[in-house]
């Protein structure tokens, strides 16, 4: 994904966005991958990372016998989550420069996540594909992404409805699809292969 497709502000303002929006989203994060499996031990990558609230978490959750790597293009987040990481005292994190269209990489985990990336991706078929030759055999991988019709307001505010309207047709222009969750189902099974489940917003997918 080349930097000049990602519709939203990057860097250091970017990243005060992403942890509100990670607070928010977290109880039902949490929730999502604890159902789903995710256990100790697991060496994992959440893929888009951002600012690695979510890499975080998943590394306390998988404790000292895991390991996660976080990838992002923007180094100026990942800079803040190494940080934070070590400031937490966690050695079993790490943070990478990595556009998710590429391949090439090993099949190095148990466990792959995706938030908010795919909609912002003119290829998403491609960047499951590469999820899938990153998991080992039997590995599993979650990916939750948005719906941008999906907003209410109240009262109702003319401004609002505005911004809808123009971020939904910057997107588009850029090449990529603001309303992909309905989509994910689809995308899933045609990459990842074997066992396909719609969990709350999210595609669980156990590799073949």
């Known amino acids: 994904m080349e930097r000049s497709d990602y519709v939203i502000r990057g860097g250091l303002k970017g990243r005060e966005r992403l942890r509100i929006l990670s607070r928010v989203m977290w109880p039902t994060t949490r929730a999502l991958l604890e159902r789903v499996g995710l256990r100790e031990g697991m060496a994992c990558l959440d893929a888009g990372c951002g600012g690695g609230d979510v890499t975080i978490e998943i590394a306390r959750l998988v404790g000292p016998r895991g390991r996660v790597v976080g990838t992002d293009i923007d180094q100026t987040k990942l800079d803040i989550a190494q940080r934070e990481a070590a400031e937490s005292k966690l050695a079993n994190v790490e943070f990478r ?27 998403p078929a491609r960047a499951l594909a590469c999820i899938r030759e990153w998991l080992r055999l039997g590995g599993l991988a979650v990916v939750e992404d948005i719906d941008f019709r999906g907003h209410f307001c109240h009262p109702d505010c003319p401004a609002f409805w505005r911004y809808v309207e123009l971020y939904t047709q910057v997107v588009h222009k850029r090449g990529a699809d603001p309303n992909i969750g309905p989509r994910l189902p689809e995308l899933a099974f045609r990459r990842l292969t074997l066992a396909v489940v719609f969990v709350a917003g999210a595609i669980t997918a156990v590799t073949a």
């Open 97 to 123: 420069v990595s556009d998710v269209g590429q391949s090439g990489a090993d099949a190095e985990f148990d466990f792959v996540y995706a938030r908010f990336l795919l909609t912002h991706l003119r290829d």
